[in-house]
Structures are given as structure tokens and as C-alpha cells.
T-cell receptor, first 115, second 111 residues
Framework: GAGVSQSPSNKVTEKGKDVELRCDPI?????LYWYRQSLGQGLEFLIY????????KSGLPSDRFSAERTGGSVSTLTIQRTQQEDSAVYLC?????????????FGAGSRLTVL | SQKIEQNSEALNIQEGKTATLTCNYT??????LQWYRQDPGRGPVFLLL?????KEKRKERLKVTFDTTLKQSLFHITASQPADSATYLC??????????FGKGTSLLVTP
């Protein structure tokens, strides 16, 4: 597509429920990144994909968080047993290649609210 | 530990003036540094990239400097306009995998 698409744009869930957030990167971009932005905070790196592989999962906050990417394209970030501290905007970005002086193109984000 | 520091206080300036935003970093040896703009409810948008061997980079009304000795980058917007009001983020690549972002500085340009 022309840009990075994320869905849903807004998600309200109850504590303890599982949520799935989807990212559709720019066509042909091999690198995909997930970040989290809490209110008034900076972007917190979660995970990076090169193709379908995730060489860097170091930012995932806990084992309740997981992500996958299929077909070198769409990625899903799953949060199990959501907690209130998971409330944030989850941003996805893609770039044409892997690490290096690559420019990231971000989606508009998925705003998650855990009640 | 690695840190990226941007002024957390909002910068308020009058239209037509030059806005200067600062990004300081510690415990990094970045090969390059990037600046992004973020508007409310939107993802960051790339503005400029400057490499370690470049002292200065310009794009239209934007200018970025990079001093690897001082470990600092300055971001300038000349002839500022109310439409320039946004949060500006600097970003460094610590590991070759993912960019690390500062918390950003909010800029408000008033008519």
C-alpha cells in the first residue's frame, strides 16, 4: 500500500482479555518495527522483523507480548491477559531494508485502552 | 546506560523567528542521527538524517547540525510558521537494529 496501515485504530478492552494489533507495511519493505508510546513518554522499542524473522525481541516487556510476521508482509502484535499498564499507543513502522541508515515510515498507531 | 535527552519543556516562539531544538546523547557512538516530527494522534514523520561525518544538513527551512565531540545535535526551523507546531523527536541507532528515540520537544509557534 501507499503507507503503513494499522488496525484497529482504537481498542478498548477489559483487563485480562487478549488483544491483537495488526500492521500492514509498505509493499516491498523488508524491515518492520513495533514501538509503544505511553502518555507523555517517548517511543519504546518492542521488536524488529527482517523478513519473517525477529532478530531483536529485546524490547518486549513480558512474555504476555508476542509478535509474528507472515509472508514478509503483515505483522500481528498480540498481548495476552492485558493489564492496565499496557494502555498506550502501539506504533508500527517499516523501512526498505534492515539495519543501517534507514528511514522509518510509521503508521498512525493503534490506541489501546485497558479498563 | 544510553540516554537521549531532549528539552522536556515546550518551546514557544513567535511566527517568523528561528526555532532551535536540542538533542544530547550519552554512551552512544552513532553513525547517524535522525529527526522526526509528530503531530497529535499520528505517527512520527521523518524529516532529516545526518551522518557522523557531516557537520550540517539543510532541507528547505530546516537545518540540522551534528557535533560528535559534544554529543549533540541542533535542529533549526527558520522563518517558523504556526503549521510547524508539533513535537520533534531525535533518534539514534545504537545497535544496528532499531532506532532509539528521545521523548521529544513540543514546539508551539504563535502568530
Amino acid at each position: 500500500g501507499a503507507g503503513v496501515s494499522q488496525s484497529p485504530s482504537n481498542k478498548v478492552t477489559e483487563k485480562g482479555k487478549d488483544v491483537e494489533l495488526r500492521c500492514d507495511p509498505i509493499s516491498g519493505h523488508t524491515a518492520l518495527y513495533w514501538y509503544r508510546q505511553s502518555l507523555g513518554q517517548g517511543l519504546e522499542f518492542l521488536i524488529y522483523f527482517q523478513g519473517n524473522s525477529a532478530p531483536d525481541k529485546s524490547g518486549l516487556p513480558s512474555d504476555r507480548f508476542s509478535a509474528e510476521r507472515t509472508g514478509g508482509s503483515v505483522s500481528t502484535l498480540t498481548i495476552q491477559r492485558t493489564q492496565q499498564e499496557d494502555s498506550a499507543v502501539y506504533l508500527c513502522a517499516s523501512s526498505p531494508e534492515g539495519p543501517g541508515a534507514n528511514v522509518l515510515t510509521f503508521g498512525a498507531g493503534s490506541r489501546l485502552t485497558v479498563l | 546506560s544510553q540516554k537521549i535527552e531532549q528539552n522536556s519543556e515546550a518551546l514557544n516562539i513567535q511566527e517568523g523567528k528561528t526555532a532551535t531544538l536540542t538533542c544530547n546523547y550519552t554512551n552512544y557512538s552513532p553513525a547517524y542521527l535522525q529527526w522526526y516530527r509528530q503531530d497529535p494522534g499520528r505517527g512520527p514523520v521523518f524529516l532529516l538524517l545526518i551522518r557522523e561525518n557531516e557537520k550540517e544538513k539543510r532541507k528547505e527551512r530546516l537545518k540540522v547540525t551534528f557535533d560528535t565531540t559534544l554529543k549533540q545535535s541542533l535542529f533549526h526551523i527558520t522563518a517558523s510558521q504556526p503549521a510547524d507546531s508539533a513535537t520533534y523527536l531525535c533518534a539514534l541507532d545504537p545497535s544496528g537494529y532499531a532506532l532509539n528515540f528521545g521523548k521529544g520537544t513540543s514546539l508551539l509557534v504563535t502568530p
